[in-house]
């Protein structure tokens, strides 16, 4: 099957700070979606983002399908955003959404 | 739009019991729905998929008969944990398909998640 790979797998940020979480996936998709996990555990949608780039508010994303890997960007870091991070993708004519291992985040005030 | 709601949000029962958990889209019909399971500090593992009208599809590992999973309307998808054990305490999630907030792309919606414990 498809393989995900998120990385770091960790992260501790200060408040205000930027940040960067990248996804690898081992095979065409044609889903790609960005997941943010609160303390509570309810996965909030982030992005639908197959390819391109989309901007919502803070948060931005960007998948290079042809390379494939997907970026999302965290501008101005607030506590938050403290959670779980998860890229979550769907191989091409697949029916399986696949999730990668996440990217544990810690803002710090 | 694009609501999951699951039920109940955490459930503790003993050992040899069985435990139903319900997973609902409220503003849209899902022909079809995820189950998966989260254990601590881990990812999502998909348990199976469960299609409106017939039967559940299930992943490799997971057993039919413990994990028996039912979709009995375009709203409303059943997750039945049989003869619960101890190791079967876990995070469960549903998730049903829908439109990318109105657009024509399917996606997936998450519930909020069961916390089953079993003493």
Redesign the interface.
């Known amino acids: 099957g498809i393989q995900v790979e998120q990385s770091p797998p960790d992260l501790i940020l200060q408040e205000g700070a930027n940040s960067t979480l990248r996804c690898n996936f081992s095979d065409s998709v044609n889903?790609l979606?960005w997941?943010h996990q609160n303390p509570?555990?309810?996965?909030i949608?982030l992005f639908?983002i197959p390819s391109g780039t989309k901007q919502n508010g803070r948060l931005s994303a960007t998948t290079v399908a042809t390379e494939r890997y997907s970026l999302l960007y965290i501008s101005s870091s607030q506590t938050t955003d403290s959670g779980v991070y998860?890229c979550?993708v769907r191989k091409a004519a697949g029916?399986?959404?696949?999730?990668?291992?996440?990217t544990?985040v810690l803002v710090k005030p | 739009g694009a609501v999951v709601s699951q039920h109940p949000s955490w459930v503790i029962c003993k050992s040899g019991t069985s435990v139903k958990i319900e997973c609902r889209s409220l503003d849209f019909q899902a022909t079809?729905m995820?189950w998966y399971r989260?254990f601590p500090?881990?990812?999502?593992?998909?348990m199976a998929?469960s299609n409106e009208g017939s039967k559940a599809t299930y992943e490799q590992g997971v057993e039919k008969d413990k994990f028996l999973i039912n979709h009995a309307s375009l709203t409303l998808s059943t997750l039945t944990v049989t003869s619960a054990h101890p190791e079967d305490s876990s995070?469960y999630?549903c998730?049903a398909r829908a439109p990318?907030r109105g657009g024509g792309?399917?996606?997936?919606?998450?519930g909020?998640?069961t916390?089953l414990t079993v003493l």
């Open positions: 889903n979606q997941f509570w555990g309810q996965l949608n639908y998860f979550a029916n399986k959404l696949t999730f990668g291992g996440g544990r | 079809t995820f989260q500090k881990q990812s999502l593992m998909l998929t995070f999630i998730s990318w792309t399917d996606t997936q919606y998450f909020p998640g916390r």
